[in-house]
């Protein structure tokens, strides 16, 4: 079997009308988003086949096949693609150019290499996000000390520096308030590549989760809002407690930035508010996010479902919000320790109304994503009273 063939190992091929599905996604990364995405495929009858760095990932037991490779592991990458339909990721940041050789030869990647190359560059980014119009902090490129405060004079102070690429939970972005304070974080972040962004004095982060299959259909779920510490999401409120006006705007551009970008995948839309109401582009993620994980329970199709139709060729399913309220909740790493925090997961899933998933990583460190609560309730004051209990339980 030579990659690039039309029929790959194990290829299970179901007739729809005229339509042929894909039966066999592969996606590259082993983490917590791979592992619901296994999940979902089981109850999709799709089997996944993951690449994983080693077999501790989350993803590693719960897929039908897997692969052990880093992420740009080609030998890995390639051994995947032999026994897949089409490949997916959970993780944006790969070797592009060498996934090219693999596209070549008839490997198809969703979302396309061509975009995924796009957005996991800020600045490219945030470039087509100008040229289309859509609403974006004003920015310029950074690749020398002598842009980098040509670019503080243009700007001003506040405003945020970010590097490029491979940024993410806060990582390669700092908020800067001097000259002395850009020097320094530019240091930082070893003088990479970046981008230097205007700061906007939201009053609201906002998020939403869009999917748009190859035919050009689209799937939009509710506008959430996100709360964030340490630049890292702490809750995800669904759905977001604006005006209507402004969930039509985030809404609108949503779908302006897929339809116009072509692209082909599930993506997070990270969004400001600003405090006249204004919503503008933060980032986009070419992938499942942490602001789409209440839909397991709170959506008839979850974003990681939503993704393998997308990715197999069915149609996209509904993404109404079955409960009026719902909060996700992450349970952040606090400490640096292996423990499996068995007595706080047993009080976490306890709690009526209450969906705790446990990633089944072997250690912590603050900041990490060890696992997730969603709450569903019937009002805002509900959801938030439980959310309120279930911190309590894990920072104690």
Known sequence: MTVGSKASLGQVLEIMGDRRLLKRIGV???????????????????????????????????????????????????AIAQMSDAITFENEFVNLKQLAELERVGVKFLP???????????????????????????FLSISDESDLLEAAQILGYPSVLKARRHGYDGKGTSIVKSESEL????????????????????????????????????????????????????????PARVAPEVTIRAEA??????????????????LFLSGDDEVSVNEIAPRTHNSGHYTIEACPTSQFAQLLRVVSGMPLGDTHMTSPVAIMVNLLGYEISNSTYNSKRQQIAQIPNTFLHWYGKLNSKPGRKLGHATVLADDYAEAEAIADRIEQIWYE
């Open 28 to 78: 590259i990364g082993g983490g917590q988003l791979a592992w619901m995405m296994a999940i979902a495929a089981k109850q999709l009858g799709l089997a996944l086949v993951v690449q994983a760095a080693n077999k501790d990932e989350p993803a590693a037991a719960a897929s039908d096949r897997m692969v052990i490779g880093e992420i740009d592991d080609f030998a890995a990458t390639r």
């Open 112 to 138: 396309t290499l061509e975009m995924l190359g796009m957005l996991v560059d800020k600045y490219t980014q945030r470039q087509h996000l100008k040229k289309n119009h859509i609403p974006t902090p004003n």
């Open 183 to 238: 020097l320094i974080a530019w240091e930082a972040m070893g003088k990479a590549p970046a981008l230097l962004e205007a700061y906007v004095n939201f009053k609201a982060e906002l998020a939403v989760m869009v999917a748009r299959s190859e035919s050009g259909a689209r799937a939009i779920y509710p506008v959430v809002e996100t709360q964030q510490v340490d630049q890292v999401c702490r809750r995800t409120i669904a």
């Open 253 to 270: 551009i949503a779908k302006n930035i897929v339809s116009s970008l072509n692209l082909v995948g599930i993506f997070g839309i990270e």
